[in-house]
């Protein structure tokens, strides 16, 4: 079946320490986006990417960093820089084109700091 | 993209049609209506979409005004694991890359 996954479904940081979220969809989507949900509250935009080999910053850029090396793959990497990561991250895929294409997500990863 | 309004909370009988509405009064001409629904802890779940024609698939109805400015989304036999919090959004059509924006949606409560 295709769809989106991400992995792993839980993961811990310790301070001062990077970590990297994987996200791999089997769709054939150009675009893939990466969101942070926060208890009680909506989405919000980290990074998107609608092509390979390129990418741009959402709302909170701020301490993530991104690459697309592959049609099927957009892993986010969590810096040190990120003062607040504790969070349920939420990649995403969509048909690219000029016109709006529903967003699938993958099950999520939830962060959290040690 | 347009302002939506939700109710907080519904409940819904097992088996029985679950009803949500959303508001969308400011939506514009070249603006869809889509629903997403998350179940807890997990991603968000595309159910539907529609621009003015009332739309059905496998997993509910949506229902859209003449004049456009409310919808209902339709589970028709909801069961218990319909139970989530259920997202109306209104995003421009034009565009492909656009961060989806969820409000605070309905939380449904199908009861056994």
């Known amino acids: 079946d295709g769809g989106i996954t991400q992995s792993p479904k839980y993961l811990f940081r310790k301070e001062g320490q990077n970590v990297t979220l994987s996200c791999e969809q089997n769709?054939?989507?150009?675009?893939m986006y990466w969101y942070r949900q926060d208890p009680g509250q909506g989405l919000r935009l980290i990074y998107y990417?609608?092509?390979?080999?390129?990418?741009q910053k959402g709302d909170i850029a701020e301490g993530y960093s991104v690459s697309r090396e592959k049609k099927e793959s957009f892993p986010l990497t969590v810096t040190s820089a990120q003062k607040n990561p504790t969070a349920f991250y939420l990649c995403?895929?969509?048909?690219?084109?000029?016109?709006?294409?529903?967003?699938?997500f993958g099950d999520g990863t939830r962060l959290s700091i040690l | 993209d347009a302002k939506t309004t939700q109710p907080t909370s519904m409940d819904c009988a097992e088996g029985r049609a679950a009803n949500l509405p959303c508001n969308h009064s400011?939506?514009?001409?070249?603006?869809?209506v889509y629903w997403y629904r998350q179940i807890h802890s997990q991603g968000p779940q595309y159910i539907i979409h529609?621009?003015?024609n009332n739309e059905t698939n496998e997993m509910a109805s949506l229902i859209i005004t003449e004049d456009r400015k409310s919808s209902t989304l339709i589970l028709p036999h909801a069961t218990l694991r319909d139970t989530a919090v259920y997202y109306c959004?209104?995003?421009?059509?034009?565009?492909?890359?656009?961060?989806?924006?969820f409000g605070s949606g309905t939380q449904l409560t199908v009861l056994p």
């Open positions: 995403a895929s969509s048909i690219a084109g000029g016109r709006f294409q529903p967003q699938h």
């Open positions: 769709l054939n989507h150009d675009a």
């Open positions: 990417s609608q092509i390979v080999n390129d990418f």
């Open positions: 400011t939506i514009s001409g070249n603006e869809y």
């Open positions: 529609g621009l003015k």
């Open positions: 959004i209104v995003i421009i059509s034009s565009g492909s890359a656009r961060q989806l924006t």
